[in-house]
């Protein structure tokens, strides 16, 4: 018989597989396709960066703008879709609204190939996003704008309004932030359905169902209600120790890798605080993020994470909290087609095995005797 | 640094979990919760081996009348699920419907308690299952009788003809073959966005779309189609060899840890046998599978599993193909709560490691200058 290794819990320090999409270290450094997050982030676009991240090396001018055309014109969502999100109810949880939106998509796009199939849901994700929300809200769904950017698109669908060109560009850089962090729960997620060679619809229908979690999708919505309701920077040291004394989770800190700090928390921080020189209107709400910041590093040696900068900024934006977690899996869907793609490569079903430490050799006594 | 211990692949014989729900074994035995799947084949009943498998133990008389009582009162589906269902296309994979239709009872019922929702999701799959196919082939749902058990109601939703006692008893016994089978990719899918804190709607549309998969649950199928060309005893030697050379997958056959019998296969032949005895409608079915099997075990030495069986049962039956493997899911959706429970009980959110093989240390390069 077979050898039965024994996996610590969670996985935690198993490689289960070959890699080259994406590479975060503990000691702070995250790299998508070899290129540093910083660089992406301060020179690259959304679209450049998911060609990227899906054929392994960045676009010439050629093809990026034969890949821009591509995505805008798949960014249509099917109308049928429209009628499945009018079916559920007002007060559901966008994340429920979004999985269901995209199974149907699953549902009704069977029929297209395969590289469409991944290169519309990347492009009808975020129509979907504005229009889950707008639908459920009673208000009609928005057209994508084919004179716009991706992101400037996405962010005039969300909130309504016409972004500046500083806001979309805000806006575009949390997107390229949030695109893939290898091997977390949503992406294993996607490997594990694509090793049953089940299709891209219900590897992301998968992923998106494990996004949903409080413990990782649902971080940056979490830390904006967090952070709403601690208010003022005065309130941050109090609160912050009330909460550790209750032994309750501070929303938006600690990661599996990062022990010291994320690099996409310290983009996004000075991101925050350049959106609100532009906007004018004051640094309270950074004033407020970095005495939180500082009083749970003094407590518990814990960085923000990218959740806790990235919940602000969208609210900076004007856009509604109930599509934070949607707004992050329009944008990891990415990461997930390139770890199913990559996991179809070298694949074979995903089939652990459990120790046993239940009952044995029990006899079955008729219903009467019992 | 910690040490990064590599997996094989598809985490083959890696344990990820203690369990006490089933134990599947080499030699060709399978207890749930400690009980032979063979007494419970031969004795149980749907609703008593479901208790079983959720509670940890066959319940008292009270008890099982109690538990019947709330699976009848749950069965009923939410009609906003029937009108999302109805904007799916009608040529949709069914279980792409199934699975859009499971996550949008999901935003549906969110504000219903955890274990109403646990026994809900079982209650109502039967329901969901016969009507998704139903609603799709543009027939109005079925109710269902309260005045059936769970299985003849189901049998009944189904073929749309009431079934007598055996063909219900039959049909019951595959659904309690069906119940569980520990970490395969379906359930390890649950255990894995379980982890994340998701709910039990989003861990089960996970479940779905492993399920799909034509390496896991699309086998039933898949194993009924292949039956329908191969058509006859004489003809499944020539097909078997034929298929081998060119180095296809015969259907319904091997298993990750039966090696030599598949013990559910097993039940499902004799049960195949005296089905069609009962019908009286001759046993060329019956040897057709025998003949398609023994052809497969001289060739590869590969037992059948239960999928190989209860296709040609299913069809006996007069149930859709479409539907098998929908039928599939909407038994093992018990043994996903069970694994749902067991994870939250000792959770670490899933999140592996992976061996980076890619690019390093890339400077990112202006696209005018590319």
């Known amino acids: 018989m077979a050898e039965i290794l024994r996996a610590p819990k969670g996985l935690d320090g198993v490689a289960v597989a070959d890699t080259t999409i994406a590479k975060s270290d503990a000691d702070g450094t995250l790299t998508y396709r070899g290129y540093a997050i910083k660089d992406l982030f301060e020179s690259s676009t959304f679209e450049e960066s998911t060609y990227l991240i899906l054929y392994g090396r960045l676009p010439t001018k050629g093809e990026l703008e034969e890949f ?186 600690g990661h599996r890798v990062y022990k010291t700090v994320d690099p996409r928390s310290q983009l996004a921080k000075k991101l925050l605080r350049e959106l609100l020189e532009k906007q004018g209107k004051g640094l309270e709400t950074y004033k407020l993020c970095e005495a939180v910041e500082s009083a749970v590093w003094e407590s518990k040696r814990l960085p923000s994470n990218v959740d806790f900068y990235a919940a602000p900024i969208f609210m900076t934006l004007g856009i509604p909290i109930e599509t934070f977690t949607p707004i992050f899996a329009s944008s990891r869907i990415v990461g997930w087609v390139a770890h199913y793609n990559e996991q179809l490569m070298d694949n074979r079903i995903y089939r652990p095995d459990a120790t046993y430490i239940g009952n044995k050799g029990l006899n079955y006594v008729p219903l009467d005797a019992r």
């Open 68 to 253: 821009e055309a591509k995505l805008k014109r798949y960014s249509m969502v099917p109308h049928n879709v429209y009628e499945l999100v009018k079916a559920i109810p007002n007060e559901a949880h966008q994340m429920d609204v979004l999985r269901t939106a995209v199974s149907g998509l699953g549902a009704t796009e069977g029929g297209i190939s395969s590289e469409e199939q991944e290169l519309s849901i990347i492009a009808q994700m975020p129509t979907l996003v504005a229009n889950c929300y707008r639908l459920n809200r009673g208000m009609e769904p928005a057209e994508p704008d084919p004179s716009l950017s991706l992101s400037a698109n996405y962010l005039h669908m969300l909130t309504g309004k016409k972004p500046s060109d500083f806001e979309a560009w805000s806006f575009e850089r949390m997107l390229i932030l949030y695109l893939e962090h290898d091997l977390n729960a949503s992406a294993f997620t996607v490997r594990v359905v694509a090793s049953t060679l089940a299709d891209i619809y219900s590897a992301c229908t998968a992923g998106l169902a494990a996004l949903k979690g409080p413990l990782h999708g649902g971080a940056n919505e979490a830390a904006m209600q967090m952070l709403l309701k601690i208010g003022t920077a005065a309130n941050a040291r109090p609160y912050v120790q009330e909460a550790l004394a209750k032994r309750e989770k501070i929303m938006g800190f």
